[in-house]
């Protein structure tokens, strides 16, 4: 293991100089797209950038009325939100693994199990969240609730993250890549 960096070994150039740490998990769990790979097409940071080196759309997310209420909702009902839009994603890409966390998921808002009201609820839809967090990606959505869910369940997001890196896809035939984290 060559330190904490992460080196990649391949026979495509491009794809070098094109994946990056932000990219993992991309559509669905990649960071924010990179401005520099989207203004220049290149980006200086190379592998180490956190950003999404990817192409796709802008990352939605909340605007700042929609993240107010998510925090004033507090840690059970932000869960009981949010969850079910992550397990939508999650048994979309329908892989053993991806259902193991839904499963332990399910288990923190069960856990969680926040008084239903009313008046929360009309106020959520008046602020149309749902539609939001519905074209929001997964490691979007996760983002709201990392810090309400205890270790080993994100852990276990960040395990599924990593499956996806490298996607079998885009990778040239024979081309190896190392991750070390
Ligand atoms: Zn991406
Ligand atoms: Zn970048």
Known sequence: MQGMEPTIRGTDRSLQLNVSQGSMGH?????????????NGSCHFGLACG????????????????????????????????IPHVVEKLEKLGDQQALNLVRLLQEEVEKASPTRSGAWEKKL??????????????????????ECLPEHVNQ??????RSRFPFPKLLPEGAVITFWL
Not at 62 to 81: F, N, P, S, Y
Not at 126 to 134: D, F, N, V
Not at 140 to 145: H, K, R, S, T
């Open 27 to 39: 559509p669905e769990m990649c960071q924010a797209p990179c401005v520099h790979m989207m203004k």
């Open 51 to 82: 950003f999404c080196h990817f192409q796709h759309g802008k990352k939605k997310k909340l605007d700042k009325g929609q993240r107010t209420m998510m925090h004033e909702a507090g840690e059970g009902r932000r869960l009981a939100i949010i």
């Open 125 to 146: 839809q008046q602020a149309q969240i749902s539609g939001r967090l519905e074209r929001m990606n997964i490691s979007a959505l996760m983002d709201l609730v990392t």
């Open 156 to 161: 276990a997001y960040i395990a599924l993250q």
